[in-house]
């Protein structure tokens, strides 16, 4: 799964692809989230670890990767 945090006063979004579902991911980020002071840690498919303070979260995107197409179309 892929997914995309938007931080507060940052230009970027932050993306991590993870191996874990997305119900998981959905509890783990709504827990976060809910509390406001807590920090969400996101484990990424090679085992490095995304830490953001919960209460700078703006938004949350969660979706499958998808795989772009090079050539030519028929």
Not at 38 to 53: C, E, F, N
Request: cysteine-free; overall charge negative.
């Amino acid at each position: 799964m892929e997914v995309k945090i938007g931080v507060q006063h940052a230009p970027r979004e932050l993306v991590v692809e993870s191996d874990e579902d997305v119900e998981a991911l959905e509890k783990a980020i709504a827990d976060a989230v809910a509390d406001g002071t807590r920090v969400l840690t996101l484990t990424d498919k090679k085992g490095r670890r995304t830490m953001v303070p919960s209460s700078k979260i703006a938004y949350v995107e969660i979706g499958s990767t998808v795989v772009g197409k090079v050539g030519f179309r028929g």
